[in-house]
């Protein structure tokens, strides 16, 4: 299991300075006007909220004409309310404070499945976003890795070397190919995984949950390499689709929503050929945590 992460550490600064800031405008106003002191409070801790409506609008706008059913108002602002509950308890919670609550398991247990799994995070995670996913497969004997990829804004080719590692491991303790899960970024570093020249057969099955095959309108906004590299069109994603293309690749499951206000178009998130199911309603992290999605995907490694 990693012995660190810059990403938490960012993501500590980030939560403490506004808890921080909340708290002194609370304490500042409250004997003046305490309505204010309240107003303001909810504006500094919850301010990505508005940034999070800017998405769920635009989604809206981009998935006109997309082979999914168009989500309602009641719908987006549904799967809205559902990911401002969702973002503190990863970015605020689990990723900063508790990635390493559940660690690595690698040796199988006596009588327990062997069929290892590579948990596989998405842009500014690590490990703890699979929090509740690890508990699953503790609970359920599967031997698992869950990566930390680094550098955090780096390319994502550069996660290569970090997935290699991972599978190594699960494969050398239990003898069998593992299954990948990966979130949004992390299904394209699956696939560079697989383009930088890891033999289909190292790995069993690859499920993808709102990953950017085809990149993201979002992501026009970056500055960052990962980010770009993750825009519609980029370069960098045509030549991973051209490379792919001429490998064999193993089977993959690619679960997208018609609320994802991460990646969207909707449709950019499936891949010709894959078994790709469609969830209604669901937004970018929240899609991660459906019921549906983690007992379909457990399932299916425990059929494998």
Same mark, same amino acid.
């Given at each position: 299991m990693p012995t660190s992460s810059k990403l938490a550490r960012i993501q500590q600064g980030i939560t403490l300075a506004l808890l921080a800031g909340a708290l002194a405008w609370?304490?500042?106003?409250?004997?003046?006007? $305490?309505?204010?002191?309240?107003a303001g409070f909810a504006f500094i801790a919850f301010g990505y909220s508005a940034g999070l409506a800017f998405e769920f609008i635009s989604l809206r706008r981009q998935n006109r004409g997309e082979p999914v059913p168009q989500a309602t108002w009641s719908e987006l602002v549904r799967a809205w309310l559902a990911e401002t509950l969702q973002a503190p308890r990863v970015f605020g919670w689990r990723q900063p404070f508790r990635w390493r609550e559940i660690p690595d398991r690698i040796a199988p247990q006596p009588g327990a499945p062997r069929r290892g799994v590579v948990f596989i995070h998405g842009f500014v995670c690590n490990r703890g976003f699979w929090t509740p996913w690890l508990r699953e497969a503790r609970a359920m004997g599967h031997p698992f890795v869950a990566v930390n990829l680094e550098p955090v804004f780096g390319s994502i080719d550069d996660y290569v070397p970090v997935i290699e590692q991972a599978v190594a491991s699960v494969t050398q303790a239990t003898g069998m190919p593992p299954v990948l899960v990966c979130h949004s970024m992390g299904g394209l570093a699956a696939r560079a995984w697989l383009r930088a020249g890891a033999n289909a057969q190292r790995v069993r099955h690859v499920v993808t949950i709102g990953a950017p095959h085809r990149g993201t309108w979002i992501a026009r906004f970056s500055r960052l390499r990962n980010g770009r590299q993750m825009a519609l069109g980029s370069e960098w994603l045509r030549t991973l689709e051209a490379d792919c293309a001429q490998r064999s690749l193993p089977a993959f499951t690619c679960w997208y929503s018609n609320c994802d206000n991460v990646v969207f178009p909707a449709s950019t998130a499936?891949? $010709?050929?894959?078994?790709?199911?469609?969830v209604t309603g669901a937004a970018h992290v929240e899609l991660a945590f459906r019921k549906e999605v983690m007992e379909a995907t457990l399932a299916l490694v425990g059929r494998l």
């Open positions: 609370l304490a500042w106003q409250w004997s003046r006007s $305490p309505w204010l002191a309240g499936t891949l $010709p050929g894959a078994d790709n199911r469609l």
